[in-house]
Nanobody, 124 residues
Framework: QVHLVESGGGLVQAGGSLRLSCAASGLTFSNYSVGWFRQAPGKGRDLVARISWTNSATYYTDSVKGRFTISRDNAKNTVYLQMNSLKPEDTAVYYC?????????????????WGQGTQVTVSS
């Protein structure tokens, strides 16, 4: 059975940093692309970053480019999201998800396994 577990969220002041972790069990993460999404209250779930399984190519949404870094540690079966220079608008629940290769990787429907989410709150 596949499980994804996020950790590392919390409350931080604007300009601060957090590192989110997504640990997988029941699958070998290195065989899959993985995305980090976020969902703010009353809004949709949007892709923030993605790392490809083939060559670790990365994607970032424009609002986080230069501030967030996605990476993977295959030995630990874990994907990370390093978030620097955090802004209040980064406040959201952050989810990791396995890319199920069903559709465009930008869409949540492309992802077939999800973690439970971790809350990130950035105060101004």
């Amino acid at each position: 059975q596949v499980h994804l577990v996020e950790s590392g969220g919390g409350l931080v002041q604007a300009g601060g940093s957090l590192r989110l972790s997504c640990a997988a069990s029941g699958l070998t993460f290195s065989n899959y692309s993985v995305g980090w999404f976020r969902q703010a209250p009353g809004k949709g779930r949007d892709l923030v970053a993605r790392i490809s399984w083939t060559n670790s190519a990365t994607y970032y949404t424009d609002s986080v480019k230069g501030r967030f870094t996605i990476s993977r540690d295959n030995a630990k079966n874990t994907v990370y999201l390093q978030m620097n220079s955090l802004k209040p608008e980064d406040t959201a629940v952050y989810y990791c998800a396995r890319d199920g290769a069903r559709a465009t990787y930008l869409s949540p429907i492309n992802y077939d396994y999800w973690g439970q989410g971790t809350q990130v709150t950035v105060s101004s």
